[in-house]
C-alpha cells in the first residue's frame, strides 16, 4: 500500500486528482476490450509498475511529418498519460534532446545497455536506391537504415511499436511511384532477417490512446508481470497485419454515429448543404468507412472533441495498407487505374481517378457494393445502386428523396 | 574553405531533420552550411491523382502544420477555376482554424522545442519558492504552483533520471557540475525566473494541446484536419461547437497574454547580445495570411509583402509567384537549376552517394530564391512587413503591439527585432495578435451565421488549367501550385517555409537565410555550440 501512496502522491504533485486518473484507466481499459471490473487492477498495477524501475524507450524515426509524435502530445489526460509514458523513460527522442552528439550517445547508451528497451519507431523506412538510405545521411556516413539496423538487433531490443501508417507499410511515402523505396518496419525486418517482435499501429496518424493502450498491455498486463510475458501478451493478441486485434476489429462504418442516416438512405452529396447541416451519411462523398478497420467513432480525436466524420468530412480510410493507393480519389466512391495514351501524362499510370461527385456523377463499382455486402452492411445501398450502374448526382438524390417519402422519413 | 569544425548532427527540438556544419574561428562563426537530410517526394507521388486529393495528401508534407498545408492546397485547386468565390462562412472557418494552428505552433515551438536554450532546469531547483512568486508579481508574470513543479523536478533528479531534460546540457552532469552547466545559459538570471520558466515549459505543454483541441473541433482531429476542402470547408458551425472553440480560445489567449508574453519580456534583458547576431540575409517575404473579405494578399490581416535590405527595410512590395525561382545545383536533384517554380518539376535523383559535399551537393532542400535573392520566412519577416506596411489595416495593432514590447525592454528602433532574440520576440508578439484576431473571427462567424444565409462551400472546375494557393504557415510562406489536365494534377509543386529558411547556396554561391544568419554567432566551446543552436532554433525550422 505504501507504494501506492507515493503513486498518488506524485499524481497530485502533477495536478492530477485520483478521480482524474481512474477515469483514465478507465478508458484505457475500454480501449484494450477489458470490462470496468479490471479498473481497479489497471490502476494498482500502474501504480505499483511506476515505482518499480521504468523500462527504456527510444523514438526513432525514419521517412516522416513528425505528425505521429505530434499526436502523442495530444494525448487525452496529458499529465496521466505522460506518467504511463514515463512507465517508459524516453531516453532519446529527437524532439526533446540536446543536439548532436549528445542526442547520438544517449540513444547508444539504450541499445548498448543491459537493460531491455523498447523502440517506438514513426515514418517510413526509406531504402532509396539500392538501400542507398535515401535519405537522413549522418555526418559521420551512416544513414537512418544504420541507425534502425543497430537498435533493432541489440539483444536488448524487446519490441518495435511501429507508430503510424508511414512506419506500418510505408504509409503515403510509399504510395506510387514510391520515390524514395519506402516500406514498412515488419517487412524491412524480415527482409534484412531482424527477428523482433513488431507492433503495428495502424493509421495516419496514430492516436495517443492506441499507443498507450499498447504500452499498458506489454507492461503491465503479462502473465507473470514482466516485460517479456507482456509482450508475449501483446503478440499473441495481434491481427494478420500486426495490428493489436481490439483496436483495428471493426469498421469506421459500424459504430459511426451517421449510420442511421445511411440504413435511412439518408445522404449528404456536396458538402455546406442542408444534408450536412443535418449530419447525414457521408457516403456518396467518398466516405471510407465501411471499409476502414479502425475506432475512431469510439475513441475520438485531442481529448475526445470530435472526429473526421463528425467534423463533416469523411474518412480517407488512413488506418489501410497503402492508404493513398487503395483509396484515392478519396472524394469518390471508386479507383480507375489505367495508363494515359497521350497528354502531358502520357505514359504515366493513372492511379487514384479524377472523379469528384459533384457535376461528374458518383457511381458504386461491384467491387465495393460486393464488399458492401460480405461486411453484412448496406444491402439496400447495393441493391439501390445496382451492379455496376451508374447515376448522376441528381437522379441518385431523387431516388433517395421518393424512397425516404414511401418510408414515412423526415422531409 | 576551411574544414567546419562545428557539426551539429542531427539538430534536435526542431520538426524536421536537419544538420548543420559550420567553421568557427576565434570564438566566430565564419560560414556555415544547412543540410536538409529528409526527402520527401510528395510532388511526384501527386502526379495522376484527382486534383482534391492534394488537400489530404499535402497535409502529410508537416505534422506540425498541416491545417495550413491543406488550406494552400485547396486554395490552389481553387484558382484553378477563375469564376470560383469562396463563400463567405468558409473564410472566416478557415481563418479561424489556421487562428488555432497558429497558437499551437507556436506555443509548442516557444516552449517544447526552444525554451530549453533560456531556461536551465538544473538551477530552478535552487529557487527559493516565496522569492519565485514574488518574481513573478513584481514583473506581472502569471503563477502556478511553483513548489509542486520544483518538487516534481527534485523527485526526477533524486530518481537519477531527469527524462524528458536529460542531456539537455550539453554532456554537463548538472547535478555534479550545477556551475558549468549554468553558463551555458546566463549566469545571472536568478533560479526564480528559471523555475517560472520551467513550470510554464509544462503548461505550454498543455496550451498547445488546448488550441490544437480547437482545430479538432473544426477539423475532426489534429494532426491532419479533414475541413479546408477545396470549394470551402465541410465543417458547418453550431452555436454550441463554437461555444467549445471560443471557450478554448479564451483560455488560450489568458495563458499567451499571462504568461508567455510578461515571461519572454522578463528573460530576455539577460540575452540582449542575442540582438546583436543572427541577422541573416535581411530580406524578408511574407505571403499574408487570414484573408478579409476582400481576399486580396494585401488586404490580409497579416499582409502579403516583400521588403529586401538592399532597398531599406521600410519598403515593401507585393510578391508574385512568379518570381520564384529554385536552384538545385548544391542539391541532389537532377533538374535544370534556376527554373521558375510555376515551371519547375522534381526529378527524381539518381547515382549520388549522398553524402554531406560541403563543396558540392549537400542538401535535399532547394535554393528557392525571389528575383534571385535568398529571403527569410516566418514570424519575423511577417511582423516586419506588417509593421512597414503602412497601407495595412493592421498596421496600427502590429505597431502597437511590437512597440509596447520594444518599451518594455527599453528600445525604440524596431529594426532590433532583425536578430535571434528579436526572431524570437517576434513570434511571440504575434501569437499574442492573432490570439486577439482568432476571438473576433468567432464573432464575426456569428454575425455571419445570423444572417441566415451563410455559405461554406461553392462548387469549382478544377478539371484544365493551373493556379496557386499562397499561405502562410505558422513557420512561414507556402505556395501550392498545381497543374491540371482532364481531371488529373499533370504537376504539382511547393514552396515550403523550411525551403525558404534552410536553402543551401544558389548557383552563384549565396548562402541561405539560415546559413548566412550563423555567420557572425559567437560560440564560447565549439564543443558545445549552444549559441549556434539558438540562431537555429530562432528560425523554427
Known amino acids: 500500500m505504501g507504494s501506492e501512496m507515493t503513486f498518488y502522491e506524485n499524481l497530485s504533485q502533477r495536478g492530477v486528482s485520483r478521480r482524474d486518473f481512474l477515469k483514465f484507466c478507465g478508458s484505457t481499459a475500454a480501449v484494450l476490450g477489458l470490462s470496468s471490473t479490471f479498473v481497479p487492477t489497471l490502476a494498482s498495477k500502474i501504480a505499483g509498475a511506476a515505482e518499480s524501475g521504468l523500462t527504456p524507450a527510444i523514438w526513432l524515426s525514419g521517412g516522416k511529418c513528425t505528425g505521429c509524435l505530434e499526436s502523442t502530445l495530444q494525448a487525452t489526460y496529458p499529465n496521466v498519460a505522460d506518467i504511463v509514458l514515463d512507465l517508459l523513460t524516453l531516453k532519446y527522442s529527437a524532439a526533446s534532446m540536446a543536439t548532436g552528439k549528445y542526442a547520438l550517445d544517449a540513444k547508444k547508451k539504450v541499445y548498448q545497455g543491459n537493460k531491455p528497451f523498447i523502440m517506438i519507431y514513426e515514418g517510413a523506412i526509406m531504402e532509396g536506391e539500392n538501400g542507398s538510405g535515401y535519405t537522413m545521411i549522418n555526418a559521420d556516413g551512416t544513414n537512418s537504415l544504420d541507425d534502425l539496423e543497430a537498435a533493432a538487433s541489440s539483444d536488448q531490443c524487446a519490441a518495435i511499436i511501429a507508430m503510424g501508417q508511414c512506419a506500418v507499410d510505408g504509409g503515403w511515402v510509399r504510395a506510387f511511384p514510391n520515390p524514395s523505396g519506402a516500406t514498412g518496419m515488419s517487412e524491412y525486418l524480415s527482409r534484412r532477417g531482424i527477428d523482433v517482435p513488431v507492433v503495428n499501429l495502424a493509421g495516419c496518424p496514430a492516436s495517443p490512446e492506441e499507443l498507450t493502450a499498447v504500452v499498458v498491455q506489454a507492461l503491465l498486463l503479462g502473465s507473470d508481470g514482466t516485460l517479456e510475458s507482456g509482450i508475449a501478451a501483446v503478440a499473441a493478441d495481434l491481427d494478420r497485419l500486426g495490428r493489436p486485434k481490439y483496436l483495428y476489429n471493426a469498421t469506421i462504418h459500424d459504430s459511426c454515429p451517421r449510420r442511421g442516416h445511411f440504413e435511412n438512405g439518408e445522404f449528404v452529396y456536396r458538402y455546406g448543404s442542408e444534408e450536412e447541416a443535418k449530419n447525414f451519411c457521408v457516403y456518396p462523398m467518398g466516405c471510407k468507412g465501411p471499409q476502414t478497420y479502425r475506432r475512431c467513432p469510439m475513441i475520438r480525436w485531442n481529448d475526445s472533441q470530435s472526429w473526421c466524420v463528425e467534423s463533416g468530412g469523411v474518412c480517407i480510410g488512413c488506418a489501410t495498407w497503402n492508404w493513398v493507393d487503395n483509396n484515392a480519389p478519396f472524394a469518390g466512391r471508386h479507383r480507375r487505374v489505367g495508363a494515359a495514351s497521350s497528354g502531358p501524362l502520357a505514359g504515366w499510370p493513372l492511379h487514384g481517378g479524377g472523379l469528384h461527385p459533384i457535376g461528374t456523377g458518383a457511381a458504386l463499382t461491384g467491387v465495393v457494393a460486393a464488399a458492401l455486402v460480405a461486411h453484412g452492411l448496406g444491402m439496400k445501398a447495393a441493391k439501390r445502386i445496382g451492379k455496376n450502374a451508374t447515376l448522376k448526382t441528381e437522379e441518385m438524390k431523387e431516388y433517395d428523396a421518393k424512397r425516404l417519402k414511401k418510408q414515412g422519413g423526415a422531409n | ?541
Not at chain 2, 76 to 105: C, K
Not at chain 2, 358 to 370: E, I, N
Not at chain 2, 490 to 504: E, G, N
Open chain 2, 1 to 541: 574553405m576551411a574544414t567546419p569544425n562545428i557539426t551539429m548532427d542531427p539538430i534536435t527540438r526542431i520538426e524536421g531533420q536537419l544538420a548543420v556544419q559550420a567553421v568557427a574561428e576565434n570564438g566566430v562563426i565564419t560560414d556555415a552550411w544547412a543540410v536538409s537530410k529528409l526527402f520527401r517526394g510528395i510532388e511526384v507521388v501527386l502526379k495522376g491523382r484527382a486534383p482534391e486529393d492534394a488537400f489530404y495528401v499535402t497535409q502529410r508534407m508537416c505534422g506540425v502544420c498541416p491545417t495550413s498545408h491543406g488550406h494552400a492546397s485547396s486554395m490552389a485547386t481553387e484558382a484553378v477555376d477563375p469564376s470560383f468565390e469562396l463563400p463567405n462562412g468558409a473564410r472566416i472557418v478557415r481563418n479561424i482554424l489556421e487562428g488555432a494552428e497558429w497558437l499551437h505552433s507556436h506555443i509548442f515551438h516557444f516552449y517544447a522545442l526552444a525554451a530549453l536554450d533560456y531556461v536551465n532546469p538544473a538551477k530552478a531547483l535552487q529557487a527559493n519558492i516565496a522569492d519565485t512568486y514574488a518574481l513573478a508579481m513584481e514583473q506581472g508574470i502569471g503563477t502556478a504552483d511553483f513548489g509542486a513543479v520544483q518538487a516534481r523536478l527534485a523527485k526526477l533528479v533524486e530518481g537519477g533520471d531527469l527524462s524528458i531534460f536529460t542531456n539537455g546540457w550539453w554532456g554537463i552532469d548538472p547535478v555534479a557540475n550545477p556551475e558549468e552547466a549554468d553558463e551555458l545559459y546566463n549566469p545571472d538570471i536568478p533560479a526564480e525566473l528559471h523555475l517560472i520558466g520551467v513550470s510554464q515549459y509544462l503548461q505550454g505543454l498543455e496550451m498547445q494541446a488546448v488550441a490544437a483541441q480547437i482545430i479538432s473541433i473544426i477539423g475532426g482531429k489534429f494532426p491532419m484536419p479533414m475541413t479546408s476542402v477545396a470549394g470551402g470547408t465541410a465543417w458547418m458551425p453550431r452555436a454550441d461547437k463554437l461555444d467549445d472553440c471560443l471557450f478554448r480560445l479564451k483560455e488560450v489567449t489568458a495563458f499567451v497574454d499571462n504568461h508567455m508574453i510578461p515571461f519572454t519580456l522578463a528573460i530576455a534583458p539577460y540575452y540582449l547580445n542575442e540582438l546583436t547576431y543572427g541577422q541573416g540575409v535581411k530580406n524578408f517575404l511574407s505571403w499574408g495570411a487570414f484573408d478579409r473579405s476582400t481576399r486580396r494578399i494585401e488586404d490580409r490581416y497579416l499582409p502579403g509583402g516583400f521588403i529586401k535590405a538592399a532597398d531599406g527595410l521600410t519598403n515593401v512590395n507585393r510578391p508574385m509567384v512568379e518570381h520564384v525561382t529554385e536552384d538545385v545545383s548544391r542539391s541532389w536533384y537532377d533538374q535544370e537549376s534556376g527554373q521558375r517554380f510555376t515551371e519547375s518539376e522534381t526529378t527524381i535523383v539518381t547515382g549520388s552517394d549522398f553524402s554531406q559535399d560541403l563543396d558540392g551537393q549537400y542538401s535535399w532542400g532547394k535554393a528557392p530564391r525571389y528575383q534571385r535573392d535568398p529571403m527569410e520566412a516566418g514570424p519575423l519577416a511577417r511582423v516586419i512587413v506588417a509593421y512597414m506596411d503602412q497601407a495595412s489595416a493592421s498596421n496600427a495593432t502590429v505597431r502597437e503591439a511590437v512597440d509596447g514590447a520594444l518599451a518594455v525592454l527599453g528600445l525604440d528602433d524596431p529594426t532590433i527585432l532583425v536578430s535571434t532574440l528579436g526572431r524570437v520576440a517576434a513570434r511571440n508578439i504575434e501569437t499574442a495578435v492573432a490570439a486577439k484576431w482568432a476571438a473576433e473571427w468567432v464573432d464575426e462567424l456569428v454575425v455571419e451565421l445570423r444572417t441566415g444565409r451563410a455559405e461554406f462551400w461553392a462548387p469549382y472546375n478544377s478539371s484544365n488549367g493551373e493556379g496557386t494557393g499562397t499561405w502562410e504557415a505558422p513557420r512561414g510562406g507556402l505556395a501550392h501550385h498545381i497543374k491540371t489536365s482532364n481531371g488529373r494534377i499533370t504537376d504539382y509543386q511547393l514552396v515550403t517555409p523550411s525551403t525558404w529558411i534552410l536553402s543551401p547556396r544558389s548557383d552563384d554561391g549565396v548562402r541561405g537565410p539560415l546559413e548566412e544568419a550563423l555567420v557572425g554567432t559567437p560560440i564560447r566551446d565549439i564543443e558545445k555550440p549552444i549559441e549556434a543552436a539558438r540562431v537555429v532554433r530562432s528560425f523554427d525550422p
